[in-house]
């Protein structure tokens, strides 16, 4: 049964993780004239740079692939838990799976982002993109809330045969 509440907040969990890839979770500006924006795929450079472009090539390499890959997987695996529906036990472990996939996430971010700071000497101004993944959590909670629900539904009319 697609049409549960669970779904809901599944889909509200993979739409967040693609706005996630476009908006930036940071933005460094420098006294220097320069700033930088940082996103889930890497940094990007969008004024003049006293760095050349050492910047943008050395932090898209490095932080572009571990964060981008995490937020695919937690994007795919709502996907694939949305359709799991008649599997409810398989439902929570995959949503507690999702939800330490986010802590990780979350965590890559502020460690990332204190890094290009420490690079760049700028203060970040985080933005949208660092609120997403905590709504992502909430939904994910309220998602498994549902599911346990429905799942204690069913035990109590599998009692009453």
Excluded: W
Excluded at 19 to 31: G, K, N, Q, R
Excluded at 54 to 66: A, D, Y
Excluded at 104 to 115: A, K, N
Excluded at 146 to 159: M, Q, T
């Amino acid at each position: 049964m697609i049409q549960r509440v669970q779904t809901l907040f599944l889909l509200l969990v993979i739409a967040a993780g693609i706005v996630l890839m476009f908006f930036p979770l940071a933005v460094y500006y420098s006294e220097m004239g320069y700033y930088l924006k940082f996103f889930v795929y890497g940094v990007k450079n969008l004024a003049h740079d006293p760095f050349g472009d050492e910047i943008p090539k050395l932090f898209s390499l490095f932080f572009g692939l571990p964060l981008l890959l995490v937020q695919v997987i937690i994007i795919l695996l709502a996907g694939f838990t949305i359709f799991k529906y008649k599997r409810r036990p398989m439902q929570l472990r995959m949503n507690q799976l999702n939800i330490f996939l986010h802590v990780i996430l979350v965590g890559g971010i502020f460690y990332f982002s204190t890094l290009v700071e420490e690079r760049v000497a700028a203060a970040p101004v985080y933005g949208i993109g660092v609120v997403l993944p905590l709504v992502s959590i909430i939904a994910l909670f309220l998602s498994s809330n549902f599911i346990r629900k429905d799942e204690r539904l069913v035990r109590s009319a599998d009692r009453l045969r």
